[in-house]
């Protein structure tokens, strides 16, 4: 199991900074691969239903396996700072809540130790004090049942009888007759074409 730094820094290069909201998630990652006995996820074997999208959510990603691209992150957007962690392996879920007086915790020791300051050894330092803090001081463990997340699949494309363009089977709409993609079918579309 990959240690608090280790993993923090691993979390830091996909991130990019270095946050609070950064070492929550590569806590709350290392504290639900203990509770499933697991290693990171290399293929589904652990999916990862996060309730929010902040920062956090980056380290969740890089500690414990789970991806978009893999279909084992799913967000259910509560504005919450919880996660639930199912392993396929055993079944058994936990939810992780990241409770007021884990924030207070965390934030007093950040400070403490010279987290906000410019001083980049101090940031460093702070780090390491981090690493005492236990998973229970910092979150709401809770033992959960959830539905068995469906595993990714790959689905065939078709072409929309409107723009030609390859989409996935599974999300195409039957409009008069003809198979369309969601943008074709709702005349809505995130982006024009620029001219
Ligand atoms: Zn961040
Ligand atoms: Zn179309």
Redesign the pocket.
Known sequence: MPRFLEALAEAERF?G?L?P??VIGVRMGLAALKLLESSRSKDEEIVAIVENDS?AV?GIQVVVGASLGKGNLLVEKYGKMAATFYSRKTGEAYRLLFTQEGGKKLFSVLSETGFFSQDECARRRSLEAIENISDDELFKIQKVTVMTPPQAQIRKSVACDECGELTMETLTLAVNGKLLCIPCATRKRYYEPAS
Do not use: F, N, P, S
């Open positions: 991130h900074h946050c909201g950064l920062c980056d």
